[in-house]
């Protein structure tokens, strides 16, 4: 008898714990998180903790607010690189210029500039006034004679009626101008030049080693044609430098384009009449 009513008790406070159980978890409290411990969570999956949220507002990038008009939504263009350089401009502060003082702190007294020498750009063309041209040259010197004006940088071909054909030329550097009267005593195609001996050791003295002969050809200093003038080391020759025409480079020689030369060893024979002033 009292077996069977400890086994009815222990089954009645069995049924009566499981209900409560039930009881107990039937409305689950809400877990509370701490905003520490969330926000690296809620920054990988893109949205940012509310405790945090007013520091890192300013620094995020809005999008721009859409512009309803009739159907579609239309967002205002980014501005372009010229407007953005053209505002940075405009709010740029103007620079104060600076006021030099004299030796002895006189702001009236005048600041002498340092000569500077302007840089020279290299020429890469040859100059308009250096082409060839027709020109009116009248002098008593017949028709065919060359008359090389050193000075200004001028070949001319002696014409009939008070004509000439003007070409541009190349003279001698400082220390190497000449002047007189020769005849073209032997003409060249593509000539082989064969530098003086004087000249060798004149390079050679500044570092530059000159070849003792070298063969006609686009690299040769001498050009596509030469004329050799009398018994002098001069002639009238091309050059693979043609940007050099209307200078003083040479050694004395009278240098032309290529194309000039061409030209001019066609007009002009054995014989021909040079004067050079």
């Known amino acids: 008898m009292k077996a069977k009513l400890l086994l009815a008790l222990g089954l009645a406070a069995l049924f009566s714990s499981s209900a409560l159980a039930d009881d107990r978890y039937r409305e689950r409290p809400p877990i509370v998180v701490s905003p520490d411990l969330a926000a690296p969570w809620l920054i990988q999956l893109g949205a ?55 030796i002895f702190g006189n702001s009236d007294s005048q600041v002498q500039q340092v000569a500077v020498r ?29 008359v090389i004006d050193t000075n200004n940088r001028f070949l001319y071909l002696v014409m009939e ?27 060249a195609e593509w000539p082989t030049w064969v530098p003086p001996q004087e000249m060798i050791a004149r390079e050679a003295a500044k570092g530059h080693y000159l070849p003792a002969r070298m063969d006609g050809g686009p690299e040769n200093p001498l050009g596509a044609r030469a004329m050799y003038l009398g018994s002098t080391l001069y002639r009238i020759h091309g050059t693979n430098a043609p940007w050099t025409i209307g200078s003083a480079v040479s050694s004395g020689c009278i240098r032309m384009r290529n194309e000039d030369v061409t030209d001019l060893y066609g007009l002009v024979d054995v014989g021909t009449k040079v004067i050079v002033i």
Do not use: C
Request: charged share 25%; no cysteine; glycine share 10%.
């Open 161 to 187: 009626g008070g004509q000439a054909k003007r070409y541009g030329v190349g003279v001698g550097k400082p220390g190497f101008e000449w002047a007189g009267e020769h005849k073209v005593t032997r003409k």
């Open 118 to 146: 302007p840089n020279r750009a290299i020429r890469s063309q040859i100059e308009p006034q250096f082409l060839p041209q027709m020109v009116a040259y009248d002098i008593k010197e017949k028709p065919g004679t060359i």
């Open 48 to 102: 940012q903790p509310q405790a945090r949220q007013r520091q890192v507002q300013p620094q995020r990038q809005m999008k721009p607010q859409a512009v309803v008009t009739g159907q579609r939504n239309y967002y205002p263009a980014a501005p372009s690189r010229a407007g953005v350089a053209q505002q940075a401009e405009v709010q740029q502060p103007a620079r104060t210029p600076v006021v030099r003082r004299g």
